[in-house]
């Protein structure tokens, strides 16, 4: 089937099977492999991209569910500059990063949640997160994270 969807600011134009996961569209054939699997069944959120403003589990996802939508990954946050998005330089600065593994999945619900509530509480961070796994951290850093990036209010 033939999709065309914006990624990350840039239109998207690709043909594709029928039964392929919008995960496997994102890091097999587009090369953005920010975006990682874990479990393979939404539970862990390590594949979780933003469509049309909504944290979404690729994995669950079937690519032509992207046809005329607006995705959002993990790389699409930075500038081309190289310069980090303010969520991520506040993912850093708090040390809510360890193993890493579920950072970008982590940071695009956190993102999604900024992008609909720029001041978001301490529950509201833990509900958009919930669906995200950390297995080293812990989510006291992640949600300190979360809280500084809201606060900079500089999340686009």
């Known amino acids: 089937m ?3 969807f914006i990624c990350n600011g840039k239109k998207v134009s690709v043909d594709v099977p029928a039964d392929m996961r919008a995960l496997d569209l994102i890091r097999d ?6 975006t990682k699997e874990g479990c393979a069944r939404g539970e862990c959120g390590a594949c979780t991209i933003i ?7 690729s994995c669950l996802m ?20 190289g310069k980090l ?18 950072t970008p999945g982590m940071i695009m619900s956190a993102k999604a949640l900024l992008d609909r509530n720029p001041r ?3 529950e509201e961070i833990e509900e958009a997160i919930s669906g995200n796994i950390c297995r080293c951290t812990g ?5 300190k994270a979360v809280t500084r990036a809201g606060l900079g209010n500089n999340h686009g």
């Open 62 to 81: 079937y690519a032509v569910k992207l046809k005329g939508k607006e995705v959002f990954t993990i790389e699409g946050l930075s500038e081309e500059s």
């Open 2 to 4: 033939h999709l065309e």
């Open 85 to 102: 998005h303010p969520l991520q330089e506040a993912f850093l600065e708090e040390g809510a990063v360890q193993c890493g593994f579920c």
């Open 139 to 143: 989510y006291a850093k992640i949600v």
């Open 51 to 57: 469509v049309n403003g909504k944290a979404v589990n």
């Open 29 to 34: 054939v587009m090369g953005l492999t920010g």
């Open 120 to 122: 978001p509480n301490e």
